[in-house]
């Protein structure tokens, strides 16, 4: 067997407990938060860094109370080698968003 390409990824998965008020729209506000490939993103810091080439964010609301959170982060060789501080940098960015105010436009499109 002869593999095809190499991937340098790293995959962070969260099982999360639906909130009984919004059970979609938070976690959904999240990845959108997450995933975003603009300028001031994870990504765009990432790649500055030439940690990273490419970020993916997903949610499967595969059970009543509870959804599955599912970011991928494509790594450079430099991001596969300084994994942990993609990490780092990545959790830091999770608590920005849980400290910082909700952006109303976007949560309404949620």
Partial sequence: MKTIKDINEVNII??????KKDPAK???????????KGSNSLLSYLEAKNL?????????????????????????EKGMSEYQNVLE????????????????HVFDEY
């Avoid at 490419?54 to 494509?74: E, G, M, P, Q, T």
């Fill in 14 to 19: 969260f099982m999360l407990k639906n909130h």
């Fill in 26 to 36: 938070s976690i959904n506000y999240v990845k959108h938060i997450l995933g975003h």
């Fill in 52 to 76: 990273a080439k490419d970020i993916s964010a997903n949610v499967y609301h595969c059970l009543n109370d509870f959804s599955i959170f599912c970011l991928w982060i494509d790594l450079t």
């Fill in 89 to 104: 940098i990545t959790f830091g960015m999770i608590q920005v968003i849980q400290k910082e105010q909700v952006a109303k």
